[in-house]
């Protein structure tokens, strides 16, 4: 399996970025961002079931951010709205093969760095 994220980069408060992560070689339950800030831990930012596209976010990107896929692509996407310098960190996208399953795979990381 292997995870190719895209779409970070270098942007001003109030603006948004768009990040991708084209997955290969297998078959997903859901896919996921996570992030994780200089410093600080990894954090979950949102999740998507492949199945019935129900999504899942963590409360500060909640109205913000939003998760999608396309399952002809076995791409999903994070469109991030409204950034803030908070949202600064490195991006991760991951999938899992079952739902009962942690985490199984996990991109490189795409560094989003939002600038006030």
């Known amino acids: 399996v292997q995870l190719v994220e895209s779409g970070g980069g270098l942007v001003q408060a109030g603006t948004s970025l768009k990040l991708s992560c084209a997955a290969s070689?297998?078959?997903?339950?859901?896919g996921a961002w996570f992030r994780q800030a200089l410093g600080k831990e990894r954090e979950f930012v949102a999740a998507?079931?492949?199945?019935?596209?129900?999504?899942y976010y963590e409360d500060s990107v909640k109205g913000r951010f939003t998760i999608s896929k396309d399952n002809a692509k076995n791409t999903v996407y994070l469109q991030m709205n409204s950034l803030k310098p908070e949202d600064t960190a490195v991006y991760y996208c991951?999938?899992?093969?079952?739902?009962?399953?942690?985490?199984?795979?996990w991109g490189q990381g795409t560094q989003v760095t939002v600038s006030s």
């Open positions: 991951a999938v899992k093969v079952s739902v009962m399953d942690n985490w199984n795979y």
């Open positions: 070689g297998g078959t997903f339950s859901r």
């Open positions: 998507i079931s492949w199945s019935s596209s129900n999504t």
